[in-house]
């Protein structure tokens, strides 16, 4: 079993950044493939991007392309999700996920475990 706990949400004027973390309880964090989902308030759960385990390939949901970067630490078991330039339609949960693919959680398939979300609130 593995467990995501993530942290750094908050509340941010729009064009603000932000840097979410979320750390892994397991020994073999390097091999699993991290992402990250959102949940707006009235909304489905929808990919925001992802990172493979080794190469460290990365996807991208369209919404956040060229905003938000994703990136991994395998020595602190550690995924981020730098964001910038926010949004107020960026509000929302954002979870974690392990998995074995980061290709296969951009078409919302393999993620084996969830974080229980730290919330982001991007004023107008």
């Known amino acids: 079993q593995v467990q995501l706990v993530e942290s750094g949400g908050g509340l941010v004027q729009a064009g603000g950044s932000l840097r979410l973390s979320c750390t892994a309880s397991?020994?073999?964090?390097?091999?699993?493939?991290m992402g990250w989902f959102r949940q707006a308030p009235g909304k489905e759960r929808e990919f925001v991007a992802a990172?493979?385990?080794?190469?460290?390939?990365?996807y991208y949901a369209d919404p956040i392309k060229g905003r938000f970067i994703i990136s991994r630490d395998n020595v602190k078991n550690t995924v981020y999700l730098q964001m910038s330039s926010l949004k107020p339609e960026d509000t929302a949960n954002y979870y974690c996920?392990?998995?074995?693919?980061?290709?296969?959680?951009?078409?919302?398939?393999?993620?084996?475990?969830w974080g229980k979300g730290t919330l982001v609130t991007v004023s107008s």
């Open positions: 397991t020994r073999t964090f390097s091999t699993y493939a």
């Open positions: 990172i493979s385990s080794i190469a460290f390939n990365t």
């Open positions: 996920v392990a998995g074995g693919s980061a290709q296969r959680m951009s078409n919302y398939y393999g993620m084996d475990y």
